[in-house]
């Protein structure tokens, strides 16, 4: 019997762009942003050719979760109004929402995969708010693709996952932790590698990359604790399901870290409540349980 060559992360990401790649669009925003001859309006353009993402990135900005007092109307106004990086990286989450797709449901339902995704994105950058953080965009883009890795792994190694999702079942134990004792990596890992092969700036891979075990990360350490907690409160809080059916054990030094209270805890998952629905609208154009 032939012996079988071992899984790692470079093979599950090597050949990514034959199978899941983000649009072309979205490397002509990146180039368009670096250029230093390049306007707002030149950035609004190539948004704006993408008629679909215009209005989720309108609808998003004029959401709740934003809060901005004047109403935003276009493309360029976004621009000028939230940050050109900021609206690159929503441009991002939203891209990335629309890649996978097709996935097969006995693994996931994609549904309650996005709904755990932009839940998750929302904590963080609630919490991102209480810790007096800059750019809160990032955290919400980072929440909403802090599981990411998991989707190409269900593509890349489905009967390996159903098994690992039978031993989370039936042994009650937590997915990432039987991951990586299987394959050595867990689905955070390849969520990291993944958006550093599509060229994502660290400040958000490595948050993804290490939002189970925090005190690895080198560069964005606190980001990467904060995106830990934002997952567990959303996990605490049973909003849709990205693969596990238990709450992720909390990193004691994480807490410490970010020194959160209970009581800020308590506001967060409060504020959770509040934006998701219509976090949901703004994005879907739907009530959630109209849409996830």
């Known amino acids: ?26 490397s002509r925003l990146e180039e368009t942003i670096n250029h230093p001859r390049s306007s707002i309006s030149d950035i609004a353009k190539i948004i704006s050719e993408d008629q679909g993402l215009t209005a989720r990135v309108l ?30 990286e929503l441009a991002l989450s939203l891209s990335v929402m629309d890649v996978f797709k097709g996935l097969p449901e006995d693994l996931v339902n994609m549904d309650q995969f996005w709904r755990h995704s932009i839940a998750t994105g929302i904590a963080a950058r609630v919490l991102a708010t209480h810790q007096r953080e800059a750019n809160l965009e990032r955290f ?13 792994m269900f593509i890349r190694l489905p009967e390996v ?15 990432h932790v039987v991951e990586r004792e299987r394959l050595t990596f ?15 700036p660290p400040r958000i891979a490595e948050p993804v990359e290490f939002h189970h075990r925090p ?46 209270s209970a009581e800020q805890l308590a506001s967060v998952v409060k504020k959770v409540d509040a934006l998701f629905e219509e976090t949901i609208l703004a994005l879907f154009g739907s009530k959630p349980n109209a849409h996830l």
């Open 140 to 152: 919400f883009v980072a929440g909403i693709l802090h599981d990411i890795g998991r989707l190409l």
């Open 215 to 260: 005190r690895f990360a080198e560069q964005y350490p606190r980001e990467a604790s904060l995106m830990h907690l934002a997952d567990i409160v959303v996990h605490a809080m049973d909003i849709g399901r990205s693969g596990g059916a238990f709450v992720p054990t909390l990193e004691p030094q994480a807490w410490t870290d970010l020194g959160t």
């Open 186 to 200: 867990d689905h955070a890992d390849v969520g990291g590698s993944l958006l550093r092969k599509w060229k994502i």
């Open 1 to 26: 019997m032939p012996n079988r060559s071992p899984i790692t992360i470079d093979g599950l990401i090597r050949d990514v762009s034959t199978v899941h790649s983000l649009p072309l669009f979205y």
């Open 59 to 88: 609808r998003l900005s004029n959401s709740p979760l934003f809060g901005y007092f004047s109403r935003i109307e276009t493309i360029p106004q976004a621009v000028t109004v939230i940050g050109v990086q900021q609206v690159r």
């Open 161 to 175: 996952c159903r098994e690992m999702l039978e031993d989370c079942r039936t042994n009650r134990r937590l997915l």
